[in-house]
């Protein structure tokens, strides 16, 4: 299989602490990839690297076979990088549709307004909005929000999409319908690499684990394998967790 995203050797550090130290991963085409690790384990700072927020002190990261490290955010997301966030931020004054349409123009330079109203259609259909396509961005629920949130992710026709604890706050059926969701985008085409702590979430959806501890990649492997580890449990059960 393919790589389509590898992160070789990053280093970052804040103030002299270590939030990331020698990291090195990789997700394969058609799959769901989980990073977990305990508060402050550096996932985030993991996903804002590799999104392109910050800039490593040390490594690389390849997309799609390219290095990306020195390029913006909005290069990566031309480039098929995608990003969903925890803390939701669509246009709230706009509709559903328009919001979308925004990610479906500016994703890719140079899209036809048509062909971008087209592939809105299709988010709206994968992600089940369609019936909310015309509602404000603003009336929605905390569920549709959630969907709102990865379908302007998808809006700009990423090969690869990064989700940072979408299902945060979701009841557990409504956890359920979003893990369904995220298959049903991966079955689209679209590799995943998700940051998560809700782990019924983890267990139902990662194909394959990564686990973090202060910086460093402690484990990897398939979810029960990676729950039995003893790094892993002392991790958790020891410190912050
Ligand atoms: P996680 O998402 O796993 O909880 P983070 O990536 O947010 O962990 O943080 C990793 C470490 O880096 C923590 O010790 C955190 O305090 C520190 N950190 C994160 N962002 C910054 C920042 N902008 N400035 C200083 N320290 C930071
Ligand atoms: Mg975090």
């Not at 103030?15 to 130290?21: F, I, K, M, V, Y």
């Not at 990423?158 to 940072?164: A, F, G, K, S, Y």
């Not at 492997?221 to 958790?236: F, K, L, M, N, P």
Request: net charge neutral; proline share 5%.
């Amino acid at each position: 299989m393919a790589k389509v995203l590898e992160v070789r050797g990053v280093c970052k550090r804040f103030l002299g602490l270590w939030a990331l130290r020698e990291v090195s991963l990789s997700l394969e085409e058609g799959e769901i990839l989980a990073v977990i690790g305990p508060n402050g384990a550096g996932k985030s700072t993991l996903l804002n690297v590799i999104s392109g927020l910050l800039k490593p002190d040390a490594g690389s990261l390849y997309l799609l076979g390219r290095e990306i490290t020195p390029l913006p955010p909005e290069a990566r997301t031309h480039l098929g990088l995608g990003r969903a966030f925890q803390i939701v931020q669509p246009l709230p004054e706009l509709s559903v549709r328009e919001n979308l349409l925004v990610g479906a123009l500016f994703g890719k330079p140079h899209t036809p307004r048509r062909a971008a109203e087209a592939w809105v259609d299709e988010v709206l259909a994968l992600t089940g909005l369609a019936p909310r396509a015309h509602a404000q961005a603003s009336e929605l629920t905390l569920l549709e929000d959630k969907r709102l949130e990865l379908a302007r992710a998808l809006a700009t026709r990423p090969r690869v999409l990064l989700l940072d604890e979408v299902m945060a706050g979701l009841r557990p059926k409504e956890a359920e319908e979003a893990v369904a969701l995220v298959r049903r985008i991966r079955d689209s085409g679209v590799s995943v690499l998700f940051i998560e702590h809700l782990m019924p979430v983890v267990r139902a959806l990662a194909d394959r684990v990564v686990v973090l501890d202060y910086g460093e990649v402690i484990a990897e492997g398939r979810y029960e394998e990676v729950a039995q580890d003893e790094r892993v449990r002392e991790a958790y059960l020891g410190r912050r967790a």
